[in-house]
Structure formats: C-alpha cells, structure tokens
C-alpha cells in the first residue's frame, strides 16, 4: 500500500528526531547508544526519502551539512556582542591579585569561579533564530568577523536545530572549533602522501579549514567545537554562568566536561596547576585556563575595559623550553628599513611546530644576551606562538663561537644603513628598497588593511622581483594578464584576484589609513583619524597641534603622520591611488540618522516585530549603542516578552524603560 504524503512527511520528521538524538548522544556526552551502521542506515533512509520527496527538504535536516556551491569571497558578519579577549595572567600572583580587585570594588558580595580549559583553536559565534542555525561567523576583531555559515554548518558536533527548544528570540553562543592531534595527524599524512604542506600544529589545521571557500574541504577534516557563553533571548534569565552552560548543553552543545566551580581563588589556582601538569594527557590542545566570576549579576556590575571583561582572566601556562644550537645568525628587512636579526636553529619541536628560527630583535638585545652564532641557547614561544632565545647556556660554550656584527649596508639592497639617536633600530635609508617594497604591499593588502585575498607572499615576491609592480598602488593598474605571465597562476585566480583588488576600493577610510603603514599608526588611530576627517586628504593640512587635539595622539605620533604626507614618494602614492578610484571618503550619518546619537540602550525579552538583530541595526544606524549589561550609563531599556534580571536592575537604578510601541515613535524622528 503506497504512504501517503502526510504518512511519509511523519517518517521524515520521525527519522530527523532519531538522528539528532543520536548526533547529541555521540557528539555531545559522548555516550553512542547505536553502531555506526544503525546510524549511517538511519541517514541513508532519511537521504532516500527527501531525494524522493524535495518539497520536504529543510534547512535543519541533518542531511543538509554539506552541497553549497564554493564560495567567491567571505562576507562580514556583526556579532550581538563584542567578543572581547580576555587579560592575561601569566603568574599565580597575577590571578590573586585579580581576586583581590574583585573583592576591593564589591566586598559584600558572594561569588564564586568557573574555571574552563582554554582551548587552543578557532574562536566562533553562531547565531540561532527561533531555534535554527542561520549564522556562524569567526571572532574577526571581536565586533566583526567572517561569515563562514556554510563550513560551520558541516561540523557534526554544532546542532542546525537546538534540542527541545521552546520560544522564538535570538540566541547568539561563542565557542572555539579545534582539531585533535589524532585527526591533525591523519591529515598530515595524507598532505605528505599527496606532497602538499603540512600544518604546524592543530591550531593552523583548525583556522585553515574554517576559512576554506569550498564547504566539502572543511567537511573531510574531522573538527570539533566547545562552546562556552551565549547571548540573546531568554539567556538573561539565569543567574550564574553553571546554569547557562547547564542550558546550552541541553540545547544540544558541546560543552567541555573538565569545568570546575570553585569556591574561591585558591581553589581555581590549585585547578589551573593540575592541568598545567595533565595538559599533554588530552587529544586536543590548551595554552592555559580560563577563570570567570560565576555569579551574573556581579558580572554586570564589573563591567568591562574597551577591550577585556573586569570578569574574567585567562591564566597562560608558562611557555616549553628546550635547549639547541645557533648556526648562524642572518638579517631580515621590514617595510619601515627596520634590520631585524634572526637566528637560524638546529631544528627543534616546541609548543605543537618546529622551530628553526627566533628573533633576536636587534643589536642591543643581542649585546645583551650576549648571544653568539654557535652557542646553545634555550628557546621558548612569546605566548606560545613567537620564538625568542630566552639565554645563553654558556657552560657549553667551546671557544668557536663566533660574535656578531650589524651590517654598515642593506642586505637585500646595499644601501647605507643607519641608526638614529635614542632609537634601538639599524634601518635601512633606501625607500625603493626591494624587501621594503615586498612588506610594505604585504601590510597593505592583509585583512585589517584593504583585505585584499589571493595576494599572498609568494605572488607580491613575483610581483617584484619581476617589476611588474613598484608599490602598492600599482596593484590598481594590474590586468588579468600580467598575472598569467607569473608561476602556478590559473586563469579563474587571476579573475578572483583582479576582482578582490576591484573590491578593495571601496573599503572604509579607516581601513586606507592603516594599509597606508604610517608609522606609529595601528588600526585603533586609523579610526580616531577616520572620524575626524570627510576626505583622506584632508590629513595633509593638519599641523601638529591639530592632530595632538586627538584624544589618542601624542607628539610622536603627530610628527610621524606630519611627515609621511609631507614626503614626496608618499604624495605621488596617494595621488597614484586617488586615480585608480580607491575610496578616500568617510561616510558620514546624515543628522536624521543621528537622532540617537550618544544614547545607550540595552534590549531585554523577545520583541514582536524585530530580532534583537534588527533591532540593534537601527539603532545603531541613527547612532546609538547597544550593550549589553544595565550601568547608570544607560539610557533606555527596551523591553520585550518575558524579560530577565535586566528589567528589576532597570528599575533598580530608575533607567527609563520603553517598549516596542515607544521604540517605533521614536524612530520616527
């Protein structure tokens, strides 16, 4: 007897239902309760049955991981909140005297600490809407990040519809995606059999995948996610972070099992000591832990920094050292004419990659150390990730030690080197200066400058060296075919590069600023500049003392701008890429728009007609801000169904509290 529609559309949902159960008993408790074949059977018949009937395929359906078409480019993604990073601490002192400002600023308070491994991987957020996965996006620069939905999508241990589920709203959570050294050891022999680089370490392995444009890469490498916060609807309903991670464990999350509360500093430190010795027992990596307050309430009273929570501090296990040898000693040039020295090592395995160089800075810190070429040296990583040459173990040395001299000219150029007054820094004089050229377009072309992609190293090194590009406005003026004269170059990339490089021309203002490689002048200044200015130009008519008025700038940094538009070469590069119809505009908000400038709103409960989202766009758009904990800093609260512990703290401290009815009059103004 054939099924009717109904019958087969049950079996669907039915087969769905098992399915996530079982994705949530093996990915999440790691507790199977089928055999890999009852399973792979159970998705072969929801496969057959949505081939055979299309109208009944879903977005959520577990068989809906993979098949997007690869994509172009990455889009930008806005987070619900910032995705702050957290301070530091590097000594068990630092992580009292942490407790003690705690309890210095909020002595009547009872509170407790979570402590979490602090996994080595990829931070992520993923974004959930009445219960279905619609985003994921990397951390980015914390506001912003990547919108890498459908690589996310394929990672088995991140649900596309959350378990038992109840309400609409927005649920935002943050989490780390990693590899295990298992997997990142299987992926490597395949790389090896295949003669194709291997991945440094499972870090490199996890971020790699994740930004892969083609899904079906990423979804034959074996990733894994643990999530760790959420933000959104209904998450303001409880009071300690234990009771949120006991949520989003339930709602189907990977929620790692070694989280201890403990009762006191003392107890967290003791915690952050037995991992630093198990660390190696795990198949994943961690570079320290993570110590947050637990109590909620006391966390909104905290508060945080423009760039860390007053809440919580990630304590880093003292770096591995191993000892070898200096071979020899060679320099590199950056994109200022800074000489770097670095020193060239016996081979050796250290923190998860192996290491055959480590800076030496410059000639004072090699005076310093006393560092020779041919001494045994320890080594270690700055945070885990930079080599340095921590000391000279000068009971080994031999007598054949040679000692170093700074070159009097450029190696890569030959021109005069120089070292001015009260600077550490040998530079080289000569702009043109090939090695400068090559870090002065490498600079402009990463992601925090004009992000331009598929302009790596290697095509900027051919570029060069070939003269078919002198700086980095030339790159405005390549066509498709000086590109398919260079090595390995195809013809669809050099159609993705010369659109990448099309794209760039339209970046913010703040973003040409930094990719300009002023120096002195990082990203956080290229925004202060930004805001103060209509046009890029209008930079080279500001004195001195018009620049120091910048809450930000001081006296170097004035002079440091002052002479980069002064300098020729540097006017001709910008005239250079004014031609080519690069944008030197700042969009400035129209004064309708800037209605809401100044005010801070914070949003609570579910609203009918907008997603926190939406909601959060408009105001931002008619220049308010979101945040979100209630401070006397706060202007409104908006208020929804169902609110949480925000709307009593509203009342609390008399903040005016409006609902979507008020909100829709006063975007009207």
């Given at each position: 007897m054939?099924?009717?529609?109904?019958?087969?559309?049950?079996?669907?949902?039915?087969?769905?239902?098992?399915?996530?159960?079982?994705?949530?008993?093996?990915?999440?408790?790691?507790?199977?309760?089928?055999?890999?074949?009852?399973?792979?059977?159970?998705?072969?018949?929801?496969?057959?049955?949505?081939?055979?009937?299309?109208?009944?395929?879903?977005?959520?359906?577990?068989?809906?991981?993979?098949?997007?078409?690869?994509?172009?480019?990455?889009?930008?993604?806005?987070?619900?909140?910032?995705?702050?990073?957290?301070?530091?601490?590097?000594?068990?002192k630092e992580l009292a005297d942490f407790d003690q400002r705690i309890r210095k600023n909020y002595p009547q308070e009872y509170y407790d600490y979570v402590v979490e491994l602090k996994i080595d991987g990829l931070a992520i957020a993923l974004v959930y809407e009445d219960g279905l996965l619609t985003r994921g996006a990397t951390r980015g620069d914390g506001v912003e990040g990547e919108d890498v939905t459908q690589n996310l999508r394929t990672i088995n241990s991140i649900p596309l519809k959350l378990r038992d589920y109840s309400g609409t709203g927005v649920l935002e959570v943050y989490g780390e995606v990693y590899m295990n050294r298992d997997s990142l050891k299987k992926l490597n022999d395949e790389r090896s059999r295949l003669a194709e680089n291997l991945f440094a370490n499972p870090r490199n392995a996890a971020a790699g995948s994740v930004r892969q444009l083609d899904s079906a890469i990423t979804a034959s490498r074996k990733l894994d996610t643990f999530i760790y916060q959420a933000a959104g609807t209904k998450v303001d309903r409880f009071s300690t972070h234990m009771e949120l991670l006991d949520f989003l464990k339930e709602s189907g999350f990977r929620v790692n099992s070694n989280i201890k509360l403990c009762s006191n500093i003392k107890e967290a430190i003791d915690y952050c000591r037995y991992w630093q010795n198990k660390k190696k027992e795990l198949n994943y990596d961690i570079d320290g832990m993570v110590i947050k307050v637990n109590q909620l309430s006391l966390r909104e009273k905290l508060g945080s920094t423009t760039?860390?929570?007053?809440?919580?501090?990630?304590?880093?296990?003292?770096?591995?050292?191993?000892?070898?040898?200096?071979?020899?000693?060679?320099?590199?040039?950056?994109?200022?004419?800074?000489?770097?020295?670095?020193?060239?090592?016996?081979?050796?395995?250290?923190?998860?990659?192996?290491?055959?160089?480590?800076?030496?800075?410059?000639?004072?810190?090699?005076?310093?150390?006393?560092?020779?070429?041919?001494?045994?040296?320890?080594?270690?990583?700055?945070?885990?990730?930079?080599?340095?040459?921590?000391?000279?173990?000068?009971?080994?040395?031999?007598?054949?030690?040679?000692?170093?001299?700074?070159?009097?000219?450029?190696?890569?150029?030959?021109?005069?080197?120089?070292?001015?007054?009260?600077?550490?820094?040998?530079?080289?004089?000569?702009?043109?200066?090939?090695?400068?050229?090559?870090?002065?377009?490498?600079?402009?072309?990463?992601?925090?400058?004009?992000?331009?992609?598929?302009?790596?190293?290697?095509?900027?090194?051919?570029?060069?060296?070939?003269?078919?590009?002198?700086?980095?406005?030339?790159?405005?003026?390549?066509?498709?075919?000086?590109?398919?004269?260079?090595?390995?170059?195809?013809?669809?990339?050099?159609?993705?590069?010369?659109?990448?490089?099309?794209?760039?021309?339209?970046?913010?203002?703040?973003?040409?600023?930094?990719?300009?490689?002023?120096?002195?002048?990082?990203?956080?200044?290229?925004?202060?500049?930004?805001?103060?200015?209509?046009?890029?130009?209008?930079l080279e008519k500001f004195t001195p003392d018009d620049l120091m008025q910048i809450?930000?700038?001081?006296?170097?940094?004035?002079?440091?701008?002052?002479?980069?538009?002064?300098?020729?070469?540097?006017?001709?590069?910008?005239?250079?890429?004014?031609?080519?119809?690069?944008?030197?505009?700042?969009?400035?908000?129209?004064?309708?728009?800037?209605s809401l400038a100044g005010k801070q709103f914070v949003l609570t409960g579910t609203l009918e007609n907008y997603t926190r989202e939406e909601a959060k766009e408009i105001i931002e758009k008619k220049g308010g801000r979101v945040t979100g904990s209630v401070t006397k800093k706060t202007d409104f609260l908006l208020l929804g169904k169902e609110p949480g512990s925000k709307y009593q703290k509203a009342l609390d401290l008399k903040i005016k509290i409006i609902g979507e009815e008020d909100f829709n009059e006063m975007m009207k103004k």
């Open positions: 054939e099924k009717s529609k109904e019958n087969i559309k049950k079996e669907i949902e039915h087969l769905r239902e098992e399915i996530r159960k079982h994705n949530y008993y093996y990915y999440v408790l790691d507790q199977p309760i089928v055999s890999d074949y009852e399973y792979d059977e159970l998705l072969k018949q929801l496969t057959q049955l949505e081939q055979d009937n299309p109208e009944y395929i879903t977005i959520d359906s577990p068989t809906q991981r993979v098949g997007a078409k690869p994509l172009e480019q990455f889009n930008t993604a806005r987070h619900m909140m910032p995705m702050l990073s957290l301070a530091k601490a590097f000594s068990e760039k860390n929570p007053r809440w919580a501090i990630a304590f880093k296990f003292p770096p591995e050292q191993m000892t070898t040898i200096i071979r020899d000693i060679i320099v590199g040039v950056g994109r200022t004419g800074a000489l770097t020295p670095v020193a060239i090592l016996d081979p050796i395995f250290i923190s998860g990659s192996r290491v055959q160089r480590a800076t030496l800075h410059n000639e004072d810190e090699i005076k310093r150390k006393d560092v020779r070429i041919g001494d045994t040296v320890l080594v270690q990583k700055a945070g885990e990730i930079i080599p340095e040459i921590v000391q000279v173990i000068k009971e080994k040395r031999t007598g054949k030690e040679k000692v170093f001299q700074m070159p009097t000219k450029c190696t890569v150029c030959g021109s005069e080197v120089i070292k001015i007054d009260g600077e550490v820094v040998s530079r080289c004089n000569n702009i043109s200066c090939p090695a400068q050229v090559k870090e002065t377009i490498r600079h402009f072309v990463s992601r925090s400058a004009m992000d331009i992609d598929g302009l790596g190293p290697a095509l900027i090194n051919q570029l060069v060296d070939q003269k078919i590009i002198k700086d980095f406005a030339d790159l405005y003026y390549l066509k498709k075919e000086d590109l398919l004269k260079l090595e390995r170059m195809a013809d669809k990339s050099s159609d993705n590069i010369i659109k990448a490089i099309e794209n760039s021309k339209n970046r913010p203002l703040d973003n040409l600023i930094f990719a300009l490689g002023i120096r002195h002048v990082g990203i956080f200044v290229s925004q202060l500049l930004a805001e103060k200015i209509n046009n890029l130009l209008d809450e930000g700038i001081g006296p170097i940094m004035a002079e440091s701008i002052i002479l980069f538009f002064q300098q020729k070469e540097n006017r001709a590069l910008i005239e250079k890429l004014l031609n080519a119809g690069v944008n030197f505009s700042q969009e400035k908000q129209t004064a309708e728009k800037q």
